[in-house]
């Protein structure tokens, strides 16, 4: 299978399903008529080896440092719907979140789907430097984050738009910061960025005189100003949530590890920065008019002086030795983390077709305890295959698990071309088991 799905992904199954997974939520989306929810958030999957590899801090382990993958994961969240799987995206260790934003970007069609259905679009504070700002409003992306850090309330007494239900003020103001950017490239256009003062613990009423800074390009109606936080925090259950579920069934299962080598995460920074200076120095030359002889020299030696230390700095880029290497996307693992995420949607917009809210709001760990994870057993007929699954022992919860089976069987599943029919066996009919007496 690993040898199959290999040739599959050289051949280009890996943006086939990628292509089919966007159009569930396309489909999903359009079905509700309104506008769409979106999150992102980067996920760092460890990998073990004994060659010299790449390290980057791991969050959920302490911050040690280990070798590592990035993944960009971005949700939809149709309105009144699941949150459903959108686009991931690989990435070296160390990574930040402005990356996996902009590989979300990057395909036309994306972009043209996201400017056109997301009505918020929410990161988390990584995201909330104002170089990935500035990034997102020159695109007109509607991004809801939070500043690191925190404010005091009694800082502010201009801008007043709402209070909240414990009569808290919410001050609401122009980002000047990331607006001075727009500025500098032209009129700006659409809505102008905004930052939110809004208190950190609403619940304690008077006594609270911390305040968190949030930062949105789109404006915010009254109501959700003043449930700002509750909001914001809709990117747990959307987007944090559906994260540990796909790593609890395997999402972070290293299938193929192979590495390349290639430069760290740092290096291609230097890079970059070293090629925005050789730019700046060519937009220099070309608008430099020296009007005497000894101005035309001193700008010629300051112009030659500049040049030499790029060069300088480009060739000890260039003789760095590449000792280390990095997983790249050349293997099945992204083929099958498309396929997961494939049918991740698939099972959220079944479940969502049920009238008991329990079976809704069903995570993939609670869906494998109660179905696919149990022991069964298949039957062939001139019917189809059957698959007797063994029942839970609990009565309540063999009523959830008839009603996953429900929907399964109404979805008229095929293998193969032959139909697909789950049953739950009856614990009566089974054979008693022989005890032996001594």
């Given amino acids: ?79 009144k719907g699941p949150a459903l799987a959108y686009h991931v995206s690989w990435h070296k260790p160390a990574s930040p979140l402005q990356d996996a934003l902009e590989a979300l970007h990057s395909a036309k069609r994306r972009r043209t789907w996201l400017s056109a259905k997301i009505q918020h679009h929410i990161w988390d504070r990584g995201g909330s430097g104002l170089p990935t700002l500035r990034w997102a409003a020159a695109r007109r992306i509607p991004y809801l984050t939070v500043s690191r850090g925190s404010t005091r309330l009694t800082r502010y007494r201009r801008a007043l738009r709402v209070r909240t239900r414990s009569k808290l003020p919410v001050f609401v103001r ?164 498309q396929l997961m995420l494939l049918m991740y949607n698939a099972l959220a917009l079944l479940l969502m077709q049920s009238p008991l809210k329990e079976v809704q709001t069903m995570s993939l760990p609670r869906v494998h305890e109660l179905l696919l994870g149990r022991s069964l057993l298949a039957c062939l007929d001139h019917k189809g295959t059957t698959l007797w699954i063994d029942p839970v022992p609990s009565t309540s919860e063999r009523l959830l ?8 069987n109404e979805r008229s599943l095929a293998l193969r071309g032959r139909r697909f029919f789950l049953r739950l066996r009856d614990p009566a009919l089974e054979t008693p088991k022989l005890r032996v007496y001594g």
């Fill in 401 to 408: 698990q008839q009603e996953i089976v429900r929907l399964f």
């Fill in 1 to 79: 299978m690993r040898k199959q799905a290999r040739q599959l992904a050289r051949r280009g199954g890996t943006d086939v399903i990628a292509r089919v997974v966007e159009a569930q939520v396309h489909g999903a989306v359009a079905a509700t008529g309104s506008k769409a929810m979106a999150y992102t958030d980067i996920y760092d999957q460890v990998y073990w080896t004994k060659k010299p590899a790449y390290a980057a801090p791991i969050g959920n382990r302490g911050n040690r440092l280990l070798a590592a993958t990035y993944f960009g994961m971005t949700f939809v969240r149709p309105h």
């Fill in 174 to 337: 122009r980002d000047r910061k990331v607006a001075r950017c727009k500025r500098a490239r032209g009129k700006p256009k659409g809505s102008t960025p905004e930052e939110v003062i809004f208190p950190a613990h609403p619940d304690k009423g008077g006594t609270s005189t911390k305040a968190l800074r949030y930062r949105t390009r789109r404006p915010l109606s009254k109501t959700r100003l003043r449930k700002l936080d509750r909001f914001y925090k809709t990117r747990w259950p959307s987007n944090e949530n559906p994260i540990k579920a796909l790593v609890s069934v395997g999402f972070d299962r290293n299938l193929d590890r192979g590495l390349t080598k290639t430069t760290s995460r740092g290096t291609d920074g230097e890079l970059a920065r070293l090629e925005a200076r050789e730019q700046a120095l060519v937009a220099e030359v070309e608008v430099f008019v020296p009007t005497t002889l000894p101005q035309a020299m001193q700008g010629i030696g300051r112009f030659y002086r500049k040049k030499h230390r790029c060069e300088d700095q480009r060739a000890r880029i260039t003789e760095a030795p590449q000792d280390k290497g990095e997983r790249m996307p050349a293997g099945a693992e992204w083929l099958c983390k």
